[in-house]
């Protein structure tokens, strides 16, 4: 069951890359779609707010899960 949840965010996150990127710009080589690529998923983890998440970002919310959870807790 959690594998099917983690394929379902994942596909949910590229249909959103395709929509934000991909099919707004027309990129001239690959290393120019490599970087913007790379620039939207920084973004994305550090911005982007998920209503699955209470509205943070995720790179927010897995600091706080961490703290909450530090390694050797079951």
């Not at 929509?19 to 982007?48: G, M, P, S």
């Not at 919310?61 to 390694?71: F, K, M, S, V």
């Amino acid at each position: 069951h959690r594998d099917l949840l983690g394929q379902h965010r994942r596909r949910g996150v590229l249909a959103t890359l395709k929509r934000e990127l991909v099919d707004r710009y027309q990129f001239t080589t690959r290393a120019h779609a490599r970087q913007a690529t790379f620039a939207w998923i920084n973004y994305y983890n550090r911005a982007w707010l998920h209503s699955g998440l209470g509205y943070q970002a995720p790179k927010a919310w897995e600091t706080g899960y961490r703290r909450g959870h530090p390694q050797g807790d079951a």
